[in-house]
C-alpha cells in the first residue's frame, strides 16, 4: 500500500510563492510516474503538473510559466515550486502515484492564496 504525504501548503498573499513537498513510501518511487492535481471548491479535480520516471515534465497550459514540477527519487520525494501565485491558484493540493493497476493520492494540502 503506497503512502503519500504532501505538505508545505498555507496562506500565501498575491505574488507570493511556495513549494509543496510530497513524500512517498515504497521502494520502487523511482519507477513511477508522479503528478500534482488541484480541486477548488466548486470545481472539479484538475491536473497540474506530472513528471515521468525518466524526468520528463507536462504542465497545465495555464501554469506552466509560475509552476515547476521536479522529483529526488533518492528521498521519495516530488515537489511543486508555485511562484507569483494569484488568488484562482486557491485549492486543495493533491499529490498522485499512477500504477499500471490504478492511481494512488495523497489526502492534500490546502493553498490559499489572499491579502
Known amino acids: 500500500q503506497v503512502q503519500l504525504v504532501e505538505s508545505g501548503g498555507g496562506l500565501v498573499q498575491p505574488g507570493g510563492s511556495l513549494r509543496l513537498s510530497c513524500a512517498a513510501s515504497g521502494s520502487l518511487f523511482s519507477f513511477y510516474a508522479m503528478a500534482w492535481y488541484r480541486q477548488a471548491p466548486g470545481k472539479q479535480r484538475e491536473l497540474v503538473a506530472s513528471?515521468?520516471?525518466?524526468?520528463?515534465?507536462n504542465y497545465a497550459d495555464s501554469l506552466k510559466a509560475r509552476f515547476t514540477i521536479s522529483r529526488d527519487n533518492a528521498k521519495n520525494t516530488v515537489y511543486l515550486q508555485m511562484n507569483s501565485l494569484k488568488p484562482e491558484d486557491t485549492a486543495v493540493y493533491y499529490c498522485n502515484q499512477k500504477h499500471n493497476t490504478g492511481d494512488y493520492w495523497g489526502q492534500g494540502t490546502q493553498v490559499t492564496v489572499s491579502s
Open positions: 513528471i515521468k520516471p525518466g524526468g520528463s515534465t
